[in-house]
């Protein structure tokens, strides 16, 4: 789990203070390393069904693949994150996912305060442009404005200025261990999800992790982290919101109301093209694309005309077909909690899915995506009597106070 967390960190570590070149097939190489270690780890636990699913989807995207060029088999390894890192948090317990989670956050936080107060000598030990530009992220002609080594979105100055706190951090987007502010607004939102999910310690510690992730989505200014938070709130009040239904719904329903935005929007015979980089530009360009596609589009049997790395959905949808995207999500909202904070746990990575996707596939990114698995299997880990690891965890401590320490009204 901290391997998958960190290791991009440790090679561009590498790249910069050791002068070796990292390519995209190195960083393809180590993510392939970890998933083989998780499903060593996990290798008790894959049944013969999961085997029968990933063959079948396999050969049918294979053979998808022949008859659209364009489809990017990486949607496997994708799939493959979420399996292997929640059924390995369905080995451990909740509180073990609460523990870990801390540990990233200890590791987050001082190296984000390192890059924000000293950001010249974070460049000398991490040279994220040169980086990227290595793993062919950064175009080599691409202009660094900027004028620094963070990422092409590490600056939001002139007319895209920060939202939280201009005056204090002035242009400078953190992003830490993620390296790009994108995921450490993702980190975000996926402690607030755990957060909301479930009670684990003392209230002090639950509202000091709170804050601290509320520090992380300012550090990086991310104005859709802050978006999110407020949904899954608003969710986490409904009397719906532990739901199967909603889950399924949800995404879809999100998916559904873009095609209508970029419908009202239309412009006969022009591409889709982001024409506002910021969240209104990238939902309007979403719609547009999907009401640009046709048929053979929506079941990935051609190519998407325009590319589909700014819009998650198009990414799903045309690289595994709408039927059996839907088919996956069917598989995640059908399969029934074990424990309460797994039910509200997942409806929480359901608003999660629905916005991330509307603005890019970063979301399938395993620098954020181990930790969100992981901890959803954790929430739903059970003892072996059946009972929550919360619930049994809370029992050990109630039995070891003495009878005579307890209270007679």
Known sequence: MLAAATFNMVLCFISTRGGLHISSAVVILFEL?????????????????????????????????????????????????????????????AHEGNRTLWIVMGIVLPIGLFELLLPNQFGMIFDVWSYYVDKGVIAQTTVN?????????????????????????????????????????????????WCLSTKIGKLRSRILLVALGAFCFVLCDSRFASACWLVML????????????????????????LLINGSLHELPGVVPTIMSDNFSGRLLFSGRLLDYWNLQQWLALSPSQVYTADTGYAYVV?????????????????????????????????????????????????????????????????????????KTFL???????????????
């Open 33 to 93: 390393v970890i998933l083989g270690a998780g499903i060593y780890a996990i290798r008790s636990r894959v049944t013969e069904r999961v085997v029968r699913i990933t063959a079948v989807t396999t050969m049918l995207l294979i053979g998808l693949k022949f008859v659209n060029p364009g489809l990017d088999l990486k949607i496997l390894h994708d799939l493959g994150i979420m399996y292997i890192f929640y059924e390995m948090g369905m080995l451990t317990s």
């Open 145 to 193: 404005y900027s004028d620094t080594n963070l990422f092409i979105s590490g600056n939001r100055g002139g007319a895209m200025s920060r939202t939280f706190f201009p005056g204090l951090f002035g242009s400078h987007r953190v992003s830490s261990i993620f390296l790009e502010p994108v995921s450490m607004g993702n980190f975000s939102v996926i402690v607030f999800a």
């Open 234 to 257: 608003a969710l986490r009040m409904m009397p719906l919101h532990r739901s199967r239904f909603v889950v399924f719904c949800l995404p879809l329903l999100v998916m559904f109301a």
């Open 318 to 390: 045309n690289n595994l077909s709408l039927p059996l995207a839907m088919f996956f999500l069917g598989i995640f909202a059908a399969l029934r909690p074990q424990t309460p904070e797994a039910a509200s746990m997942k409806a929480m990575i359901a608003v999660y899915m629905a916005a991330s996707l509307c603005i890019g596939a970063n979301m399938f990114t395993i620098k954020t995506a181990a930790l969100c698995w992981f901890l959803y299997g954790a929430a739903n880990a059970v003892s072996a009597d059946g009972s929550s690891a919360i």
């Open 395 to 409: 029992g050990r401590r109630q039995r070891i106070i003495p009878r005579s320490a307890i209270t007679i009204q």
